[in-house]
C-alpha cells in the first residue's frame, strides 16, 4: 500500500499549529482494505515549543469529551521530534517506494501542512514528496457534486471522535467508497463508449 490517510489534532488552526496528536493509517482506495497503523501522542510541552496555540481552539477542546480530551498531555505522549521520527520509520517501513507515497490530509492547508512545517521546525525531512500530497475534502466534494454520494455524512463512525487515529480510519473508509465510486462510474463510461 501506498496511500496514507493522516490525521492530526491541533491546539490551533494556522499552518503551524501545536500538534498533540498524530494518527494514520495505510489504506487501499481501490477496495478500502486497512493496512498498518500509526499513533502518537505528544507532549503539549513539546507541541507549544515547536507549534502555535490559539485560545480559540483550546475552548474548542474544552468543550470535547472527555475520551478526547484525555488524549491530550497523556502519560504515553511523548516529544514532536520523537514522533516525527516515529511517523517516518512508520512510513518507510510500509510503503512500496518513495515517489509513490500518497498522504491524505483533511483539506489542503491542515493536516499535511502543518505536519511539514513541523518537520522543518525540528529539522527532520519528512517521508513524501511534495507531489505525494493528496486533498480529502476535495474527494468528498466530487462525491457529492458528481454522484450524489456522501458517505462523509452517511457513514457511521466507529471510535472515539477527535482521536487522531480513529478519525484517519474514518476517513480512510469513505475516501475508498467515494473513489470506488468514482472507479465504477468511469467504468460504466468506458464500457459504454466501447
Given at each position: 500500500?501506498?496511500?496514507i ?7 490551533g488552526?494556522g499552518?503551524?499549529a ?11 482506495p ?39 480530551r ?40 491542515f493536516?499535511?501542512?502543518?505536519l ?11 517521508p ?67
Amino acid at each position: 500500500m501506498n496511500n496514507i490517510m493522516l490525521d492530526l489534532e491541533t491546539m490551533g488552526k494556522g499552518s503551524n499549529a501545536a500538534i498533540v496528536s498524530i494518527g494514520a493509517v495505510f489504506f487501499n482506495p481501490l477496495t478500502g482494505e486497512l493496512g498498518e497503523k500509526f499513533y502518537e501522542r505528544i507532549w503539549l510541552e513539546s507541541a507549544e515549543k515547536y507549534g502555535e496555540i490559539d485560545a480559540s481552539t483550546v475552548v474548542w477542546w474544552l468543550g470535547q469529551s472527555d475520551e478526547a480530551r484525555s488524549e491530550i498531555n497523556h502519560d504515553k505522549s511523548v516529544g514532536l521530534k520523537e514522533a516525527l521520527r516515529g511517523f517516518s520509520n512508520f512510513v518507510i517501513d510500509n510503503a512500496e517506494a518513495f515517489n509513490k507515497i500518497r498522504v491524505w490530509g483533511n483539506g489542503c492547508t491542515f493536516d499535511n501542512v502543518i505536519l511539514s512545517n513541523a518537520y522543518k521546525s525540528v529539522e527532520l525531512s519528512k517521508p513524501w514528496s511534495y507531489a505525494g500530497d493528496m486533498d480529502v475534502r476535495t474527494i468528498v466534494e466530487l462525491g457529492r457534486k458528481l454522484l450524489n454520494f456522501d458517505p462523509k455524512k452517511d457513514m457511521p463512525f466507529e471510535g472515539e471522535k477527535h482521536n487522531a487515529l480513529a478519525d484517519a480510519i474514518h476517513q480512510a473508509k469513505y475516501v475508498s467508497a467515494i473513489y470506488q465510486k468514482l472507479a465504477e462510474a468511469t467504468h460504466r463510461d468506458e464500457v459504454n463508449e466501447a
